[in-house]
């Protein structure tokens, strides 16, 4: 079946504008998580939303991040008035309550210029 | 929260060679340990997890890797390293009553001929 999708591959943007990520999880995965790669680091969690519950935002590292879940299908991460060292590689990732094992996209790389 | 060192940035082994990559984590409570690989221009793709039961854990790709709650370790190897294993390489570690990564900055692993 289809893996996680996330949109676009790449973004270039310029340092005051908005941009908005999105990312469709695997059907059926109740959870789903956002995450941020810096060039040369590990990745950084961002965002996690399960079912309906109130999402876990305690990763987001400034109120210019903000992330939405539609029941339990798509999200969109926007990232307001971008600051060049908002560029990085956001990664999304959704898991079943099986094993909840984590499934990742292949990012959306976003350059501020 | 977790934290999880990988030593060295990058490894280089010969083809045939041991691959070893190091992880370690700080807990008191044994988390939830598993290992990604992130080939070129692709997502991060689960090689292995430990979440109980037998220490060592056998993964994909001829990987395994052995939790020894006594160091904090859950150290990566393959007996014999293949040219299709250059990629990045994370250790990441979760609390066992949270979902949430957190992930190691990584180790580059290249590959002689």
């Known amino acids: 079946g289809a893996g996680v999708s996330q949109s676009p591959s790449n973004k270039v943007t310029e340092k005051g504008k908005d941009v908005e990520l999105r990312c469709d999880p695997i059907?059926?995965?109740?959870?789903l998580y956002w995450y941020r790669q810096r060039l040369g680091q590990g990745l950084e969690f961002l965002i996690y939303f399960q079912g309906n519950s109130a999402p876990d935002k305690s990763g987001l590292p400034s109120d210019r991040f903000s992330a939405e879940r539609t029941g339990e299908s798509v999200s969109t991460l926007t990232i307001q008035r971008t600051q060049q060292e908002d560029s990085a590689v956001y990664l999304c990732?959704?898991?079943?309550?099986?094993?909840?094992?984590?499934?990742f996209g292949p990012g959306t790389r976003l350059t501020v210029t | 929260a977790q934290s999880v060192t990988q030593l060295g940035s990058h490894v280089s082994v010969s083809e045939g060679a041991l691959v070893l990559l190091r992880c370690n984590y700080s807990s008191s409570v044994p988390p939830y340990l598993f290992w990604y690989v992130q080939y070129p221009n692709q997502g991060l793709q689960l090689l292995l997890k430990?979440?109980?039961?037998?220490?060592l854990v056998k993964g994909i790709n001829g990987f395994e890797a052995e939790f020894k709650k006594s160091e904090t370790s859950f150290h990566l190897t393959k007996p014999s390293a293949h040219m299709s294993d250059a990629a990045e390489y994370f250790c990441a570690v979760s609390d066992r009553n949270d979902y949430k990564l957190s992930f190691g900055a990584g180790t580059t692993v290249t590959v002689r001929a």
């Open positions: 990732a959704s898991s079943d309550q099986v094993d909840n094992e984590q499934y």
């Open positions: 430990y979440t109980t039961g037998a220490t």
């Open positions: 059907s059926g995965h109740t959870a």
